[in-house]
């Protein structure tokens, strides 16, 4: 229950007294409650940083591997205002060049019943009262059955040839008018070349593909491509190579054509080079990934002499411990190497103001052109000797920073987490204290509330049986 001061005694109102000396007892958890919220804000803020370097490191584990300097580009070149065809590139495909015509595109097979079997009516009978069947193959695979009842319809034969997903897509084309409609059956093959051809091998209804024959909309082929250019004076053969489809992936290991349209006069020119745009990027997102750690670690270790604000990473020494091994790993200069043994020597530039890196674009380009492989073996671990590249040894100093157990971050966040809990329970308990003090203040200052005011009664009563008693 809460004690109230009727302010009685003397005049004295001891409500704001007893708030007082509250207040005076709270100032050690108002510092708990700080240093609380300090520890909090480090935690959030060294997970931002941890955050960041995972972020680093992932790039850094790009670059450690010999395939992610493998990249390709390809130029396709066509004498004509429109290639008949465009090429991709994988890392596996070697540099050179080659000459490729297109003398034939891939197609798929599509026949059509004949016309004079054509029927007036979708829905009319073609079985002639009699159940039948109708058979076909796609090339040597195996032969299809539709069974059709007694009442089967064209529609119905069209639907049935879908319902098997045979590789054959049916469908009905009117070749007459809307007043005198032609209906036929058409059927088509889902994949291109030779291989897909649609044969026809039994069939009871009136279409009688079989007997009459149906007519071909479009001839089942392969593609057709002619690589290089026979030349007797050269010495030069060329040689002409057939597929099913117009995607060619197993001509050039590495490189696919599609073809697109047949020029056989005119032959492209495909080239296969090295792409050092590519790992170019590849290493300035490097250098920005880490710039961004040291900004992040600048932007909260700074102390203004005139307002005394400090950042939140000023006293922390796991800050400068992360900067100091990214920074080692980065620039260690790497034994067994002659060209570049170390990261300046291909333009990484540290500027003295914030520590960060300035990639020199000019310096790389010109390593990446006159010594590429000097380039990636610099990041690359050493597959003889075993010794680690720049992108393992970022690799492995993050590991120490940030592993999951024995990292220097994640013991740091521990520590700091049994900070918090030790300040939440210390904060608990002065609070249940403070209560208790302010219940004791609060019944000490109404006892004397209560006797002043009876001392106060008892002087009047004096006062009113001795008139001549002045207080």
Known sequence: MAISFGGLGNGVDFGPVVDALVQAERLPIDGLTQ?????????????????????????????????????????VASPSAQSPLSATVSSSAAPGTYQVTVNQLASAHQIISKASTAVSVIDADIVGGVSGTFQFQVGTGSIQTVNLDA???????RAAINDLGAGVSASILNTGSEASPQFRLVLSANETGLDQAITVVADDTILDTVTT????????????????????????????????????????????????AVDATNPVTISVSQDNGAVKEAISDFVSGYNEIVTFVNERTFYNT????????????????????VRESVFSQISGLTTYSGASQI???????????????????????????????????????GT???GELVVNAIDGLDDIDTGSLTLRQNGLTKQVNDFTNQISFKEEALARFEEQQRLKFANLDGLLAKLQNQLKQLQNGFPSINV
């Open 35 to 75: 240093k609380k919220l300090q520890a909090q804000k480090k935690q959030t803020e060294l997970g931002l940083l941890g955050a960041k370097l995972l972020s680093f490191q992932s790039l850094a584990s790009s670059l450690r591997n010999r395939v992610s300097f493998n990249k390709n580009q390809v130029n």
């Open 151 to 157: 009442t089967g319809t064209l529609d119905d034969l």
């Open 213 to 260: 024959g149906v007519d071909t909309f479009q001839a089942a082929q392969d593609s057709e491509v002619v690589l290089g250019v026979t030349n007797v004076g050269a010495g030069t053969t060329a040689i002409t190579i057939n597929r099913s489809s117009n995607t060619l992936t197993d001509v050039v290991a590495g490189l696919t054509l599609n073809l697109q």
């Open 306 to 325: 005139e307002t005394k604000e400090r950042g939140i990473f000023v006293g922390e020494s796991l800050a400068r411990t992360v900067l100091d091994r």
């Open 347 to 385: 333009g990484f530039e540290t500027q003295t103001t914030d520590g960060t890196i300035k990639l020199n674009e000019a310096t790389l380009d010109s390593a990446l052109s006159t010594n590429f492989s000097a380039v990636r073996d610099l990041f690359v671990k050493n597959a003889t000797t």
């Open 388 to 390: 680690n590249g720049i």
